[in-house]
Structure formats: C-alpha cells, structure tokens
C-alpha cells in the first residue's frame, strides 16, 4: 500500500454531552472555540474541567466540541496509570464498562459512571480516500513511522465518516514512542 499519510497527536481531552456541559456550565451553555481541530467541525473549546479519580485529580483538561451523545474522557496510558486506573483501550464512543470520574468546574462536581478511556489509534478517512486506499470501516493497518525513532505502530483502527480528513491519531505515548511532537507522517503498510 505504502501510502504516506499525516500522523496527529491527540492530548488528552474531555467530550461532553449537551446535558452534562449544562449541569456543569449551565442552562442553554454552548462551547466557546478556542481554535479549529483538523477533523471537520471539531474544535478545541476555551473551556476546561479537572478529573478526579479517587484522590487523585488532573487539572484542566480542554473539553473539544463540539458536544457528543455521552460524555467521555481521553487519557494516556500514562494518565490513567497516574489515576491509579486500569486502562479500557476503546474507539471513540465505546464507553460501556469503562471507569467514571468526577468532573470539576470551580466549585460545581459531577460524576459520571462511565466514560474514562484510552483512545485506540486510528486513521480517519473519508469515503472517496477509503475506496482508493482499498480500506474498510473498523480493518487495521500497520503505520510505518521513519526518523531517529523508528518504529511501526500496529493495530491502528480505520475511521471512514463522510467529512474525515485523512490522518492517524497517535496520543501522547505513542507520538512520544515515536519521536513525534505535535505533528509528523507516516506510510500505511
């Protein structure tokens, strides 16, 4: 296939549902964007929330708009060793059976039972580039990454949605494993 595609760095984030961010920010609330994310219509909101998982506690996590069906929470295997939890790897939106959390907004606590994951890396395409790359919903591929930290990162799940943009989404692990700060590239193999 050797097809070479942009690698982006996920850090760690919060997905709210509409009424989870009016619990926590109010009536009628709605993200602030803050700035554009590469996937359409998704944003970096001004706003953030600290985690807390048992004493344990992550201060200002971006929440990305824009608002989702659940609430979910996107950690590093590295967060979620530091919480003292045991990492559930899923695709964006499979939350079921995974660990809570208490969500904080200065003095305003909400738990959720659910929602806490390590997201799997996966390549976002469209239908068009899906078809030409002969890739299915859900496959995996191989990602070939070069430079001084080499390495192929196995296992990376393909996400095909009709505005996607072609990039895999690595977190902050896996781009550190690979030498990659922000952004970097790579070859479907």
Known sequence: MNKKIPIEISARHIHLSQKDLEKL???GYQ?????????????????????????KTIKKLRIVGPVRKETQI????????????????????????TPGA?????????KIKKGVIVAQRHLHCNFEEAKKLKLKNKMSVSVKIKGKRALVFHNVKIRIGKNYKLAVHLDTDEGNAAGIIKKGKGEII
């Open 74 to 97: 996107e950690l590093s295997i590295t967060d979620a060793f530091s919480l003292g939890i045991i990492p559930s790897l899923r695709l964006s939106g499979d939350i079921k059976g």
């Open 31 to 55: 993200l602030k964007k803050l700035r554009k994310l590469s996937q359409a219509n998704d944003f970096a909101a001004k706003e953030t929330l600290d985690i807390k998982i048992g004493s």
């Open 25 to 27: 920010f109010g009536k």
């Open 102 to 110: 208490v969500l904080i907004k200065s003095k305003k606590r909400l």
